[in-house]
């Protein structure tokens, strides 16, 4: 059974950084497909940004540009850079990874705020 744990949310001002940061445990493989999903309030969770282990990524096209994700397959750890962010990017962040089922983390609150 894989479990998810999310760190490195919190409060942060227009223009400024935060990194999330998501630990798998459970597993000895590398997990092949881990992402980052954000819901706000109101609204439907979306895809925020998908890595595989070989090192494809993907974003959604409200986040290109500013985020970056990436992976220590060794670790199975995965994280996502915010930079220059915004006040629409305010939601719970949620950790996700395939293998075999999928899993979800608690949800992490990124606010962003002045």
């Known amino acids: 059974q894989v479990q998810l744990v999310e760190s490195g949310g919190g409060l942060v001002q227009p223009g400024g950084s935060l990194r999330l940061s998501c630990a798998a445990s459970?597993?000895?493989?590398?997990?092949?497909?881990m992402a980052w999903y954000r819901q706000a309030p109101g609204k439907e969770r979306e895809l925020v940004a998908i890595?595989?282990?070989?090192?494809?990524?993907n974003y959604a096209d409200s986040v290109k540009g500013r985020f970056t994700i990436s992976r220590d397959n060794a670790k199975n750890t995965v994280y996502l850079q915010m930079n220059n962010v915004k006040p629409e990017d305010t939601a719970v962040y949620y950790c996700?990874?395939?293998?075999?089922?999928?899993?979800w983390g608690q949800g992490i609150q990124v606010t962003v705020s002045s």
């Open positions: 459970g597993s000895r493989f590398i997990i092949n497909t």
């Open positions: 996700y990874a395939h293998f075999g089922n999928a899993y």
């Open positions: 890595a595989s282990s070989g090192g494809n990524t």
